[in-house]
T-cell receptor, first 113, second 112 residues
Framework: QKEVEQNSGPLSVPEGAIASLNCTYS??????FFWYRQYSGKSPELIMS????GDKEDGRFTAQLNKASQYVSLLIRDSQPSDSATYLC?????????????FGQGTTLQVKP | DTEVTQTPKHLVMGMTNKKSLKCEQH?????MYWYKQKAKKPPELMFV???????INESVPSRFSPECPNSSLLNLHLHALQPEDSALYLC???????????FGPGTRLTVT
C-alpha cells in the first residue's frame, strides 16, 4: 500500500515566524510532489510542485525534497494569518502514468496574530 | 490562466432525483478528474479521463455516471444517491496524466 503521511496538527505558529510542514512517502519510484493549500470550505489550490532533490523557492514558500529519505517539506516564511489553512501533500502513484494522486491527510496550520 | 469552473456551486437533491454536475476548462488540458471530498478528509479520486476516454474508475457505484462530451467539458450524472453521498465534489484538470492538477471550486452536494 503506497502511502503519504503528514502530521495532522494543528501546527500553531506566531505571525512572522517560519512554518515547517512535513510529508513522507513510501513509494521510491515517485518523481513529482505537490503541495496544495485548502481553506476551510474551499477547494485545494496548487501552491508548489517539486521534481528534483533540493530546494525550490517561490516567494515566501520553499519546497524541499530529499528522495533518499523519501521526505518533502514546505516552509512558509514570514507566516501571515491568511496562511491559516490545511496543507495537503500529494504524490503521483509511482512512475505509472495514471494520473492518480495519493494525498496525505493534511496538516492544519494556524498562524496567530 | 489556470481556471477550472464548476456548476452548480451548491446542490440539494432527494434520493429519487436525477441531476448533473458540470466542469469546464479552457487550458488545453487533456486529463480531467472527478474527486469526492468529505469534511476533514483529503480528496478521494473517483474517475480519470484522458483524451476524452475514461481511463480510471475507482470502483465508484453506478449511481455516479461520468461523461466527457469534449476535451473541455466533464459531467457527472447523479441518480438515486444516498445521504452518505453528501460531500464536496471536485473537478480537476492537468495538461497530461502525472502533471500538476488544478482544481475547480467544487460543488457542495447535499442528499436529503
Amino acid at each position: 500500500q503506497k502511502e503519504v503521511e503528514q502530521n495532522s496538527g494543528p501546527l500553531s505558529v506566531p505571525e512572522g515566524a517560519i512554518a515547517s510542514l512535513n510529508c513522507t512517502y513510501s513509494d521510491r519510484g515517485s518523481q513529482s510532489f505537490f503541495w496544495y493549500r485548502q481553506y476551510s470550505g474551499k477547494s485545494p489550490e496548487l501552491i508548489m510542485s517539486i521534481y528534483s532533490n533540493g530546494d525550490k523557492e517561490d516567494g515566501r514558500f520553499t519546497a524541499q525534497l530529499n528522495k533518499a529519505s523519501q521526505y518533502v517539506s514546505l516552509l512558509i516564511r514570514d507566516s501571515q494569518p491568511s496562511d491559516s489553512a490545511t496543507y495537503l501533500c500529494a504524490v503521483p502513484v509511482g512512475s505509472s502514468n495514471t494520473g492518480k494522486l495519493i494525498f496525505g491527510q493534511g496538516t492544519t496550520l494556524q498562524v496567530k496574530p | 490562466d489556470t481556471e477550472v469552473t464548476q456548476t452548480p456551486k451548491h446542490l440539494v437533491m432527494g434520493m429519487t432525483n436525477k441531476k448533473s454536475l458540470k466542469c469546464e476548462q479552457h487550458m488545453g488540458h487533456r486529463a480531467m478528474y472527478w474527486y469526492k471530498q468529505k469534511a476533514k478528509k483529503p480528496p478521494e479520486l473517483m474517475f480519470v479521463y484522458s483524451y476524452e476516454k475514461l481511463s480510471i474508475n475507482e470502483s465508484v457505484p453506478s449511481r455516479f455516471s461520468p461523461e466527457c462530451p469534449n476535451s473541455s467539458l466533464l459531467n457527472l450524472h447523479l441518480h438515486a444517491l444516498q445521504p452518505e453521498d453528501s460531500a464536496l465534489y471536485l473537478c480537476a484538470s492537468s495538461l497530461a496524466l502525472q502533471g500538476e492538477q488544478y482544481f475547480g471550486p467544487g460543488t457542495r452536494l447535499t442528499v436529503t
